[in-house]
């Protein structure tokens, strides 16, 4: 599958949708799958052992990086670690006890690293007793890399995958994500399953069905909210609002940019890695009275095993739905072409997999750009904003506003009908109105200034011209 491939170093969630204000909408939670969430003790016990989810650690942090060669990431080793950081800090229980960066040749070694450097993380290990467990920066860890660095520093060993999930369980809130948090959960337990002790103590048909009834069950429950989901959006198709979907690399001020533009006042940015879990769509206003929706979505994030991912892909077709997808970018960081790559490579894959041309709906801004000097890169082309001071926001809807209608085939026209008339109400319901001024030849009609889609310049003309 196209996404799976081009996903597999890139994280991007999607959730359900809550539309705030005008759009309310309830989600159901089944009874079954109360029960299946509290009284599967015995999957719980599983799923606690691998993610220790509720364990809190003081922790060292190592970040591995390759030196050279193809494997050398575009993205500084430091840079890494303060992601790294920035995810252990969004574990409310966790603590940050040392950090340290580690050169590598190469990320296929039994043991990870060189034996010089298993000598000097263990004698930091040793001689700090606060250290609790050691979270190594990568993506993955094999099962027997786990066991053997596991054994050597006598810590237990955490990987990005573990992390990033237990962040995951952590932050899930809606039923929706909570599905969807548990449904990677169960594939990276079925995947384990095959290797490992803990699960020889049930014979494998036991296991094939506690996580085929488990999983079945989930599925069922994501379908149903599917449904309501495209309920929302034939719902918003009708109000016919256009809607900009915001995405970015997390962290990088979605939610504060939507927050600058609506005043909304729920909204909660944080310097906190998937802040942001649901998908929420929130209403503001342009320059010129339209009304617009703005979808926040899970930020992404590179890399994240595939099948960590997976779970998210079927969601994402709501921001690919979007009429215009405004593309944050974080004008401070310092691997700035790194994610902006790793984002452009995600709209693209999943445009192509709904064969839509995503790349000519993106407005991208570079947002914080308080925190850097005036000297401008030239490689970054976008305008500059920053949501947290208000600067450059109102050219920001402007120029959105232009890339809206566009998109849209929207049109700004003049339209002359009698005053009071059929008309005006229904240009009222179907058109955002700018203006309204008499026509000064004939007071009995007003010259109505409005915005329009071109199907309702059709749809006028046909109810009230070739009448
Ligand atoms: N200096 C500065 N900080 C900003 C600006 N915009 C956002 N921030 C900060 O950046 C952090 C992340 O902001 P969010 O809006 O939560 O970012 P996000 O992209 O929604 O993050 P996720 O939902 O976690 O993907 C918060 O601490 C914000 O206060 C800005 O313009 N300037
Ligand atoms: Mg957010």
Not at 150 to 177: C, G, T, W
Not at 239 to 256: E, F, I, Q, R
Request: glycine share 4%; aromatic share 8%.
């Amino acid at each position: 599958m196209l996404v799976r491939k081009s996903f597999s170093k890139c994280f991007y969630l999607v959730r359900n949708i809550h539309y705030s204000k005008s759009l309310k909408c309830e989600e159901s939670i089944s009874n079954s799958l109360k029960e299946l969430f509290l009284s599967d003790s015995e999957y719980n016990k599983l799923a606690d052992h691998y993610f220790r989810i509720n364990e809190a650690h003081r922790c060292l942090i190592i970040q591995p990086y390759v030196k050279w060669g193809p494997k050398k990431l575009d993205i500084e080793p430091k840079e890494q670690l303060s992601e790294a950081i920035a995810l252990v800090e969004t574990l409310s229980s966790w603590a940050i006890v040392d950090t340290m960066t580690i050169p590598l040749d190469t990320l296929d070694r039994k043991f990870l690293f060189k034996s010089g450097s298993m000598d000097r993380i263990k004698e930091i290990v040793d001689n700090n007793p606060r250290i609790s467990a050691i979270f190594i920066n990568s993506s993955l860890l094999k099962k027997s890399t786990t066991l053997i660095l596991q054994e050597n520093f006598r810590k237990p060993i955490f990987d990005r995958y573990k992390i990033v999930m237990k962040i995951l369980k952590a932050h899930a809130s809606s039923k929706h994500s909570k599905l969807q948090v548990s449904l990677a959960e169960l594939n990276y337990l079925r995947k384990r399953s095959e290797q490992d002790l803990i699960f020889k103590t049930y014979t494998s048909e036991a296991l094939k069905l506690l996580f085929q009834e488990r999983e079945q069950k989930i599925k069922a429950e994501i379908e149903n909210l599917r449904k309501q989901r495209t309920l929302l959006r034939n719902k918003r198709s009708k109000m016919d609002y256009p809607l900009v979907a915001v995405v970015g690399y997390t962290n990088a001020g979605k939610t504060s940019i939507i927050k600058a533009l609506t005043g909304e006042k729920s909204l909660k940015p944080k310097n906190q890695l998937f802040a942001t879990l649901d998908v929420t769509v929130h209403e503001g206003c342009l320059p010129s009275g339209m009304t617009v929706l703005y979808v926040d979505t899970v930020g992404f994030i590179t890399d994240i095993p595939t099948n960590l991912i997976e779970c998210f892909i079927a969601t994402l077709e709501d921001a690919l739905l979007a009429d215009v997808i405004l593309h944050v970018e974080d004008l401070s960081s310092k691997s700035f072409h790194y994610k902006r790559k790793h984002v452009l490579n995600i709209l693209k894959s999943l445009g192509n997999q709904t064969n839509s041309d995503v790349s000519d709906k993106i407005f991208t801004i570079g947002n914080k750009c308080d925190l850097i000097d005036n000297t401008e890169d030239p490689n970054i082309e976008c305008m500059h904003v920053s949501a947290e001071k208000g600067i450059g926001l109102e050219k920001l809807v402007q120029e959105l506003e232009k890339f809206i209608l566009n998109k849209t085939g929207r049109q700004k026209i003049t339209i002359r009908v009698p005053n009071g008339g059929d008309e005006i109400r229904w240009l009222y319901k179907n058109a955002t109105i700018l203006e309204e001024v008499p026509d000064i030849k004939n007071n009995q009609y007003i010259l109505a200034k409005v915005i329009i889609t071109a199907v309702n310049i059709q749809k006028f003309k046909s109810y009230f011209i070739s009448k």
